[in-house]
C-alpha cells in the first residue's frame, strides 16, 4: 500500500482513539457540589463538619462542600426551603412544627445524641428537680421547647420564671437562682465573669427527648441528590470521629472563619462534648456516629403531642428518615 498522508492518519486513528478513551477512563468525575447551612457561628459543635472540610474528607468522597456560617439574622430553614442550602442545620421540634405547617422538610441524621440545652445554678442544687422554687432565668423561646417538659416532670411553675436577656449577670447576682444555657456557652461565661465553677444540669440526661443539631434537607432535594447527602453524612460523621480526637485541625478552620472565636472558648467546648458523649454517646456508640432511631423519634412526637406542641394528626415518621443513617456505620 502507498504511504499516503490519508494512510499515516487512518492507521494513526486507532491508536489515538485509544488513549483518548483510557484518557476519559482515568479522568475522576467532578465533585457533587453542596451547601450546608449552619444554625450559627462557627464554634466547637460544629467541629466535625470544618474537620471533614479541612482534612479533605469530603473531597474523598467526592464533594465540593461550602458551609454558610449562620447567625442571627438568618433563617435556616427559610434558605434551605428557598433552595440556597442543600442541607442545613436544624433540629426535631422545629421540623415537626415545619411539617405540620405542610413544609417539606426531613430529617436525615443527627450531629447530637441530646440536646445540650443545660439549667446552671449556683453551688448546691444535687438534681435538676432541686430548682423547684428557685428564679429560674429562661427566655421564650422554652415557651415551645424544654418549658412544658420541666413543669410536667418537675412541678416548675410559671412563678419561678424570669426572661434571660442573654446576659448571666442577674444570675450571678442571685445565689438562689438558675439559668438557661447551653452545654458549651453559659457555663464557660459563668466561670470566667463569676469565677466559680457552677452546678451543670443536661436536660438530656434527665429525659428530655429530643436530638439536637439536626441535619435536615428538603423532600425534593433528598429525592435529587440522595447519594450526595448521603456520602455528606458519612464523611461528616468521620469528620466527627476525626475531631475528637484530635480538633486541631478543624479548629483552625474555626477560629479562620470566625474570628471572635477563642481558643480558649473552642477547647471548652470540645471538653464539654467529650465528657457529656454528645456525638458519640447513646445510639451512636453502637451503630455509628450521627445515627437516628425511630423509638427516640417517637418519643420526642408523644412529648410534643402531650404537651399541646404538635398536633396528633401529624404523622411522627413525616419528619425524618433513617434511610441515610442506616447505610452509614462510622463507629466512634
Known amino acids: 500500500m502507498k504511504n499516503t498522508p490519508m494512510a499515516s492518519l487512518l492507521a494513526a486513528l486507532p491508536l489515538a482513539l485509544a488513549f483518548q478513551?483510557?484518557?476519559?477512563?482515568?479522568?475522576?468525575?467532578?465533585?457533587?457540589?453542596?451547601?450546608?447551612?449552619?444554625?450559627?457561628?462557627?464554634?466547637?459543635?460544629?467541629?466535625?463538619?470544618y474537620q471533614a472540610?479541612?482534612?479533605?474528607?469530603?473531597?474523598?468522597?467526592?464533594?465540593?462542600v461550602t458551609i454558610k456560617m449562620g447567625g442571627p439574622q438568618i433563617n435556616v430553614l427559610q434558605l434551605l426551603l428557598a433552595g440556597q442550602y442543600d442541607v442545613a442545620m436544624g433540629d426535631d421540634l422545629q421540623t415537626y412544627k415545619a411539617v405540620e405547617q405542610g413544609l417539606p422538610l426531613v430529617t436525615v441524621a443527627t450531629t447530637f445524641q441530646q440536646s445540650p440545652t443545660?439549667?446552671?445554678?449556683h453551688p448546691g442544687p444535687k438534681t435538676l428537680g432541686d430548682l423547684k422554687g428557685k428564679t429560674l432565668y429562661i427566655g421564650q423561646a422554652s415557651e415551645t421547647t424544654y418549658w412544658p417538659w420541666l413543669k410536667t416532670k418537675y412541678g416548675f411553675t410559671d412563678a419561678q420564671k424570669k426572661p434571660y436577656t442573654f446576659s448571666v449577670q442577674p444570675f450571678l447576682v442571685d445565689k438562689n437562682s438558675a439559668v438557661q444555657g447551653y452545654l458549651a456557652s453559659e457555663p464557660y461565661t459563668i466561670e470566667t465573669q463569676g469565677g466559680f465553677k457552677p452546678t451543670v444540669f443536661l436536660l438530656g440526661t434527665y429525659?428530655?427527648?429530643?436530638?439536637?443539631?439536626?441535619?435536615?434537607?428538603?423532600?425534593?432535594?433528598?429525592?435529587?441528590?440522595?447519594?450526595?447527602?448521603?456520602?455528606?453524612?458519612?464523611?461528616?460523621?468521620?469528620?466527627?470521629?476525626?475531631y475528637l480526637k484530635n480538633p486541631a485541625p478543624g479548629?483552625?478552620?474555626?477560629?479562620?472563619?470566625?474570628?471572635?472565636?477563642?481558643?480558649?472558648?473552642?477547647?471548652?467546648?470540645?471538653?464539654?462534648?467529650?465528657?457529656?458523649?454528645?456525638?458519640?454517646?447513646?445510639?451512636?456508640?453502637?451503630?455509628?456516629?450521627?445515627?437516628?432511631?425511630?423509638?427516640?423519634w417517637k418519643k420526642t412526637y408523644e412529648f410534643m403531642v402531650r404537651e399541646k406542641l404538635l398536633s396528633p394528626k401529624v404523622d411522627y415518621r413525616s419528619a425524618f428518615t433513617t434511610d441515610i443513617v442506616d447505610q452509614v456505620h462510622v463507629l466512634p
Not at 53 to 64: D, P, R, S
Not at 118 to 121: A, G, I, N
Open 53 to 64: 472540610l479541612t482534612e479533605g474528607t469530603y473531597k474523598k468522597h467526592g464533594l465540593n
Open 21 to 49: 478513551a483510557h484518557a476519559h477512563a482515568q479522568a475522576p468525575a467532578p465533585a457533587d457540589k453542596l451547601v450546608f447551612g449552619s444554625n450559627w457561628y462557627a464554634q466547637a459543635e460544629h467541629g466535625g463538619f
Open 207 to 242: 429525659g428530655y427527648p429530643p436530638y439536637a443539631q439536626t441535619i435536615v434537607a428538603t423532600k425534593s432535594g433528598l429525592d435529587a441528590k440522595k447519594d450526595a447527602i448521603r456520602r455528606f453524612v458519612e464523611a461528616s460523621a468521620e469528620g466527627w470521629k476525626s
Open 118 to 121: 443545660v439549667l446552671v445554678s
Open 251 to 296: 479548629n483552625a478552620l474555626i477560629l479562620k472563619d470566625n474570628p471572635q472565636m477563642t481558643k480558649a472558648l473552642l477547647d471548652y467546648g470540645v471538653k464539654a462534648l467529650r465528657d457529656a458523649r454528645l456525638v458519640d454517646g447513646g445510639d451512636a456508640r453502637t451503630q455509628g456516629l450521627l445515627t437516628m432511631t425511630d423509638a427516640r
